[in-house]
């Protein structure tokens, strides 16, 4: 057989506009989902999501979206480069498996706040996923 394609292999099927705006897409739905997730399990908090606007949660939103965005690309370009078995199905239902993946990794990160019994919440959301929580909590 003539051309570049190697022997056994099936060619790439074309892909759109709409392929290359996957990862940054499935990424901002998966981040606003989990921050969604975030701000209501943390809202009974006086430290938590009531505070300051969320600010720092809106910018820990930016930079998650960002390394969510950054894993899913080359995830989806390798499979674009090795398409598995299933077709074209699969190569959109794996990045958005993928992305909801990360989502959940994102909120796990992001940890649950303490209630002590009878008494109030008293720490904050993590500023950034696993990097532990804020308030006095945390502290000892």
Known sequence: MHGTRAEGRPPAPAQG??????????AAFGVYGGT???????????LG????????????MSAVWLCTT???LPFQLALRRWPPRGGRA??????????LGLALLYRWGMGWPYQPPGGPCTEGYPLFPFTGTTGPHSAG
Do not use: F, I
């Open 70 to 72: 950054l894993v899913l």
């Open 36 to 46: 969604v997730w975030t701000v209501r399990s943390w809202a009974g908090c006086p």
């Open 90 to 99: 699969v190569l959109w239902l794996a990045p958005v498996a993928a992305g």
């Open 17 to 26: 506009c709409g392929w290359y705006l996957l990862a940054p897409v499935v």
């Open 49 to 60: 999501n009531d505070t300051g606007g969320t600010v720092g949660l809106q910018m820990t």
